[in-house]
């Protein structure tokens, strides 16, 4: 039975440019490359290498130090092309345990913070 091919998965397409040492190679190519060291040792080191790279990102993703939500956030305080800026509070109810986002005036909530975030983006 054929293994399935690795393809990139929608998360990971943003940071493929900042993947180094393919050696011109596409990184699904890499990815999918099993050299053996004893023939080609320049081609399996840098497939462990970009193994390794995008090993690192998803572990990072899945600790969450790559939520999206934190894109939003720097939108939200005015880190946009635009010049614009607002100013943002961000703090945990003691009560609730809510999160709370403050845009300016306006009051966003979530039970956690990439929520709270995600409603003010989207308001």
């Not at 320049?42 to 939500?69: E, F, I, M, N, W």
């Not at 939108?75 to 109810?93: N, P, T, Y």
């Amino acid at each position: 039975m054929a293994k399935d091919k690795w393809t990139a998965p929608a998360w990971l397409v943003e940071f493929l440019p900042l993947i180094h040492n393919t050696g011109g190679n596409d990184v699904a190519e890499m990815m999918n490359g099993n050299a053996d060291p004893r023939v080609n040792l320049p081609l399996s080191t840098l497939q462990a290498c970009v193994k390794s790279q995008v090993s690192l990102l998803a572990t990072l993703r899945d600790r969450g130090y790559l939520d999206p939500s934190f894109r939003d956030l720097r939108e939200l305080c005015g880190h946009v092309e635009d010049g614009s800026h607002s100013a943002v509070k961000i703090f945990q109810d003691d009560a609730t345990k809510s999160w709370v986002v403050n845009v300016e005036r306006s009051q966003y909530y979530g039970n956690s913070l990439a929520e709270a975030i995600r409603n003010a983006k989207g308001s």
